[in-house]
DNA sequence: ATAAACCCTGCCATTAACGTCAGGGTCAAG
DNA sequence: CTTGACCCTGACGTTAATGGCAGGGTTTAT
C-alpha cells in the first residue's frame, strides 16, 4: 500500500507519515518510482505510534522502545516502565499547578460575582 | 531606577521587562542617553503582569485589561470576567484530558508491574 | 495524450515568552 | 584614560509535531 492509503486507513496525514519515517519510527521499502510503499503491519505500527503519542509521549521516547515493544510484551521491554513513570511525574506536576491556577481562578471569578 | 533595579526588584529578567514594553503592558520615560527610567508605580505594576502571567493568561489578554485594573477593582473591569471564565475552561479541559493520560499510564504501569 | 490524482524532496511557518548573542554606546571609579 | 558594569537595538534560537507550499515526476483513466 502507498503513503496515501495508509493515511487513509490511519488518520495520519500524509505528513505525519513521512515525519515518522524520519524520525525513526516507521520504514518503508521504496518502489522503482520512489514511492513509498508499506505492508499491512505498517498500519498497526502506525496506530501504536498513535497510541504512545496520545499519552504524551515524544517521537524520541517512542523510537527507544518502539522496535522492541512491537516484537514483545511492554513488559519485557525495560525502556518503558521509567519512561511511563518520568511522564506520570510530569502529569503530577501539571495537575498541580493546574489545579492552583483553577483555585486562583475560582476565588477571582467569585470575589467578582460577589461584588456585583 | 533603570531597568536592571527594576529588574533586581521584582525578579523579571531584563528581557522579559523590554517584552513587556514592547506588548504595550509596561511604559517607560527614556533618559538624554536612551536609558529607560522607572517609578516606583512601575515595580507593582510588573508585580500585577507576573501576576496574571502566572494565572496562563497571555500578554495579549493582559494588556486588554491591565490600564484598568491597575486604577480600579478588577470588578469594574469587564474584561475581565470573561477572559477568567475561558481560561477556566481551557484549564478545566485541560485537567480532564491529563487526567485520562494519567489513568491510562497507572493502568500500563500496574500491569507491567504485575508481570514481573 | 491529457487531466486528475497521486507521489517525491526540500524548506519555511506555527506558538509564546522569553534566552542569548553581536555590535555598539554610556558612565563611574580608580 | 581605561576597565568594568551598565544600557541600547536588532535578530536569531528555543520546542515538537505537524501544516502547507513550491517545483517537479508518476500513474491512471478517459
Redesign the pocket.
Known sequence: M????LSKRTGA????L??YEQ?GLLASVRM?????TYNWVAEEQVRTIQFY?SLGL???QIGSFLNCVLKNKEAFCAEVLPIYERKLQEIDAQLLQLGQIRTNLLDRIRSIQESQ
Open positions: 502507498k503513503i496515501g492509503e496525514s500524509v505528513r505525519s513521512r515525519y524520525e522503482d518510482n520512489g514511492y513509498r503519542l515524544t517521537t524520541e
